[in-house]
């Protein structure tokens, strides 16, 4: 798999789905995503620290 770039049409159709969500769906997806995405950062710092 690639890297995803803004210029990717699917991520992009996906985000506007993403916006046509009730609120309470669309805070779901967020609070998924927000947790994913916290959890590579630590695991990318933790990383970092072993490594130095």
Excluded: C, H, R
């Excluded at 159709?13 to 009730?22: F, H, Q």
């Amino acid at each position: 798999m690639g890297e995803i770039t803004i210029g990717d049409k699917s991520l992009t159709e996906k985000v506007k789905l993403i916006a046509l969500l009730d609120e309470d769906e669309k805070n779901v997806v967020f609070k998924m995503i927000d947790a994913f995405l916290t959890k590579k950062k630590f695991k990318e710092f933790f990383e970092q620290q072993l490594a130095s």
